[in-house]
């Protein structure tokens, strides 16, 4: 009650006013007893009164001892009714006060109860006729609190449940919300070996309807789209759990399912008109290091691998990115470096990451001022600069368009903006502005003219590629059909399967410096001498030259190989002390351009795994030239 009575306390005011009152009251009491005595000595007088003048002096007397009475009796009242006024006109304040904090009461009970609709995948941000993103009505407002109430908003969410979301079948079923009928395409990438099996793509039944699918003959029900879709591709990234859907959401007016208890499967697209012209691609993803089911030895692992895999795939597929983070940890800042530093080794021609600060738990500017300066300004110090940026939104209090100065923070390949809670009185005053920002940069983000994209022919070309990259050997993909018309499969073309399966590469260093290791697996220590000769050598103890395995990919040498138990596996239950290394490994060397591509001698002796490349003799300059030159 402290925010409401402040200073002193209302009960004592009233208790003050009461008491003076009283006084007043009983002063007035006091006057009528006075009065009521003259009276009485009045009838008494004029019964003893002997003559005309002295009744008259009675008379006199007492007109003049009752008016000085009433002259009292006046004063009291003027003060009683002061008094009055005084707790009238606080008992008005009071009530207006009790009317906002009810006010805010219910504001903050309905921010509450969008905060939690959110968290359950429940909520949808916007009214149903954004469902296919025809934005007819430019006034929709982004926030549910002042554009209609909740009971509308539960009657919205069961109408979308019974006429979008209502499949016969479900196969990924939230509650209700089937994420497989609100995005267009789904490519499930469980894993990320399991292409063998094939992975699951999910198709929408309005995608469906307008793809046309084209049989391929006879061949395993093989098949492709022809549909192709116009726009930017644009994905957003980032780690696990930090908000990648609830963005996309607000910069396209979807409702895409977003929340705790629902997670993006794998590579879902969507295709979207924003602000009636824009045409986008988005492109959202589970995030990477999620929590893994611990099924094996190497689930870890093989969860990381897909992750990573992945994130190569949207890179390639992507002419945009947008990287959420919420506090801007030294994981998430590894994530970015990787991301940046494949941005500025590629083609592509927007070459900056957009990094939205998702501060999803801050509702207050001063925390909001200080986690800009500590985990924005202060990390870039020395390569970057505040901007200021004028944008209009609708303004949600009114829903009225406003025009405000949006800070962000540029540096030579990153653009930093920050977001608060969404379900705050903060969030209001930023969030829109925020967002309309960002769709200022989208949409001037430039584009080939006539640029078509296939979902499905570009997933195909992308993954071929990159399997092949990745497991160091020659995988074709597919998609197939299955019983089921609104479900495909992308899967491992039969003559690939028969060399064998597909196993996890034992170690893959990334650009970021993160190293990925099979439990069953080692890395031999490794030194690498270049002058005349390149000259490579490997520890590798216990192994012969039929157990390594040696070929080359353009200026890429790969050296295979693997060191058995001298005991037999039945003996392990016997260990008493165990500190060599036994398995698989497999190690990439990229042999400078000025040597031969092909190894001229590889041979093991005394343990140690010896190759030798000499200089390319096309890069080497005849002496009986240089002497002609000199």
Not at 323 to 332: G, K
Not at 566 to 571: A, G, K, L, R, V
Not at 613 to 622: A, F, L, Q, R, V
């Amino acid at each position: 009650m402290s925010s409401i009575f402040k200073e002193v306390s209302l009960k004592q005011v009233i208790a003050d006013k009461s008491q003076k009152i009283q006084t007043l009251v009983t002063m007035l009491k006091d006057i009528q007893t006075e009065e009521e005595e003259i009276m009485r000595q009045f009838n008494k007088m004029t019964k003893e009164a002997r003559s005309i003048e002295e009744l008259y002096e009675i008379m006199e007397m007492i007109n003049y001892e009752m008016s000085v009475r009433n002259n009292d009796k006046l004063e009291i009242m003027d003060e009683i009714n002061h008094q009055e006024e005084y707790l009238l006109q606080q008992q008005g304040n009071l009530e207006g006060q009790v009317r906002n904090a009810l006010k805010e009461l219910e504001t903050s009970q309905k921010f509450q109860k969008t905060r939690s609709l959110r968290q359950t995948g429940r909520f949808l941000q916007f009214k149903e006729n954004n469902h296919n993103l025809n934005m007819e009505n430019n006034n929709i407002q982004s926030n549910i609190i002042t554009s209609y109430d909740f009971e509308e908003q539960s009657k919205l969410y069961d109408k979308i449940q019974d006429n979008i979301f209502n499949d016969p079948i479900k196969y990924n079923t939230q509650d209700g919300i089937d994420e497989t009928q609100v995005y267009d395409w789904i490519l499930d990438i469980d894993l990320i070996n399991n292409v063998q099996l094939g992975w699951p793509v999910y198709i929408s039944k309005p995608f469906q309807a307008k793809m046309e699918l084209v049989g391929l003959g006879n061949n395993n029900n093989e098949i492709k789209s022809s549909i192709k879709w116009e726009g930017a591709t644009v994905a957003v990234v980032g780690l696990y759990d930090k908000g990648k859907t609830f963005v996309l959401n607000n910069l396209t007016q979807s409702n895409l399912p977003s929340g705790k208890k629902v997670t993006t499967k794998g590579i879902s697209f969507k295709h979207v008109d924003v602000d009636s012209g824009t045409q986008l691609i988005l492109v959202d993803t589970a995030g990477s290091y999620s929590p893994v089911k611990i099924q094996s030895a190497l689930s870890i692992v093989e969860k990381e691998a897909t992750e990573h895999f992945i994130i190569d795939l949207v890179f390639e597929l992507s002419d945009y990115f947008i990287c959420v983070v919420n506090d801007f940890t030294s994981l998430d800042q590894r994530y970015l470096d990787r991301l940046s530093r494949q941005i500025q080794n590629s083609s592509k021609t927007f070459r900056e990451i957009i990094v939205v600060h998702n501060l999803k738990e801050i509702e207050t500017s001063e925390i909001l001022q200080h986690v800009w300066i500590t985990q924005v300004t202060q990390i870039y110090s020395t390569g970057g600069s505040i901007q200021r940026t004028k944008v209009a939104a609708n303004n949600p209090r009114n829903n009225e368009l406003q025009a405000k100065h949006v800070l962000w923070f540029k540096t030579q390949y990153t653009r930093h903006v920050c977001l608060v809670s969404d379900d705050s009185q903060l969030g209001l005053d930023v969030n829109p502005w925020v967002f309309s920002l960002l769709k200022y940069w989208l949409k001037s983000v430039f584009v080939p003219v006539n640029r078509s994209f296939s979902v499905c022919e570009s997933i195909l070309q992308y993954a071929t590629s990159k399997l092949t990259q990745y497991f160091k050997r020659e995988v074709n993909v597919k998609l197939i059909d299955t019983d089921n018309q609104f479900v495909k499969k992308i899967v491992q073309k039969e003559a690939d399967l028969q060399n064998g399966q597909l196993k996890i590469p034992q170690t893959n260093i990334d650009q970021s410096g993160l190293i990925l290791a099979r439990p069953d697996s080692f890395a031999p220590a490794t030194d690498i001498i270049a002058n005349d000769k390149y000259t490579i050598y490997m520890d590798v103890p216990g192994i012969s030259e039929e157990d390594i395995e040696m070929y080359r990919q353009n200026v890429v040498t790969i050296v295979k190989g693997n060191r058995k138990k001298p005991y037999q596996e039945e003996q392990s239950d016997h260990i008493k002390k165990q500190e060599r290394k036994y398995g698989e490994f497999t190690l990439s060397f990229r042999i400078p351009e000025n040597f031969e591509r092909k190894w001229k001698h590889f041979g093991i002796e005394n343990g140690v795994l010896k190759i030798v490349y000499e200089k390319d003799k096309d890069d080497i300059i005849p002496n009986q030239f240089m002497s002609q030159n000199e």
